[in-house]
């Protein structure tokens, strides 16, 4: 099991960028699957990136693609989030989690174990 720690979220105007952190604590860090998902009052958590364990693959979300990064130091036990050219459809809590059973990412939110308690993301138009 790993601990995280989202941070990074803040207000930010439409075209701007924003780069979250997922602070993990654990000594299995490195072999997690990592994921970001968002969420909005209302509707069900989404799958927004993922990266594998060495950090060779990542997957995006078609609404994200070529505008988010995701990345991750595993000797930090950290992994980000680079946001650009944000749009108020962006607008969402923000989680990170962790697949301890895969190599490849997932984008199901029922695939991963543990999660970070979000940070709010607001862009304004």
């Known amino acids: 099991q790993v601990q995280l720690v989202e941070s990074g979220g803040g207000l930010v105007q439409a075209g701007g960028s924003l780069r979250l952190s997922c602070a993990a604590s654990?000594?299995?860090?490195?072999?997690?699957?990592m994921g970001w998902f968002r969420q909005v009052p209302g509707k069900e958590r989404e799958f927004v990136a993922a990266?594998?364990?060495?950090?060779?693959?990542?997957y995006y979300a078609d609404s994200v693609k070529g505008r988010f990064t995701i990345s991750r130091d595993n000797a930090k036990t950290t992994v980000s989030l680079q946001m650009n050219s944000l749009k108020p459809e962006d607008t969402a809590v923000y989680y990170c989690?962790?697949?301890?059973?895969?190599?490849?990412?997932?984008?199901?939110?029922?695939?991963?174990?543990?999660w970070g308690q979000g940070t709010q993301v607001t862009v304004s138009s």
């Open positions: 989690a962790g697949d301890p059973r895969r190599r490849r990412p997932v984008i199901s939110s029922v695939d991963y174990d543990d």
């Open positions: 654990g000594r299995t860090f490195s072999s997690y699957v």
């Open positions: 990266i594998s364990w060495p950090g060779d693959i990542t």
